[in-house]
């Protein structure tokens, strides 16, 4: 830097960061939750409605993309971001004491629902450029192919589809 030659910068240790966060940590954690939870592709995990279930669920969605159905990162990153959003809007918005996640896959399709047992449909806001809250629906709508809701006799299931290549 200009101005300090003579001067002992302070250096950062690459043991810290790896300490908070590794892809070997979060595969841990999402096996973890694989375990604990049950797999979402073999019939739908009940989750508490907490705030942190969100992060579970991320987990959950993310080690089913990128390990056991081999897709893009691209295609996790975006399913977790998605994913999370729906779990905020059930977690904040139902209620409820939990929550249902399921995945499913068939060919070029890949789908995720978030059941609740409130039958108030979301809505899909205007979201301006300065909003800092109410843009979970916008970005499922910009960044899935297709999203819903199907009313089921007792709640609701919210889902969104991303199209995948299939090998």
Do not use: Y
């Not at 096996?31 to 939870?37: G, M, P, T």
């Not at 797999?39 to 089913?64: C, F, G, H, K």
């Amino acid at each position: 830097m200009a101005g300090l030659e003579g001067v002992d910068q302070p250096r950062r240790h690459a043991s810290a960061t790896a300490a908070r966060w590794s892809p070997a940590i979060e595969d841990e954690r999402a096996f973890k939750a694989l375990e604990l939870f049950g797999n979402p592709v073999d019939a739908e995990v009940s989750l508490p409605s907490l705030p942190e279930s969100a992060a579970t669920a991320r987990r959950l969605v993310q080690v089913v993309i990128l390990r056991h159905w081999a897709l893009s990162p691209k295609t996790s990153e975006d399913a977790v971001l998605l994913v999370s959003e729906l779990v905020g809007n059930a977690v904040r918005h139902t209620g409820a004491r939990v929550f249902g996640l399921r995945m499913r896959r068939r060919r070029g399709w890949i789908r995720v629902e978030v059941r609740d047992p409130s039958r108030g449909l979301p809505c899909l806001m205007p979201v301006q450029e300065m909003d800092v809250s109410g843009r979970g629906l916008f970005l499922v709508d910009k960044l899935a192919d297709r999203w819903g809701v199907d009313l089921l006799p007792r709640g609701k299931t919210t889902w969104f589809e991303m199209r995948i290549a299939d090998r």
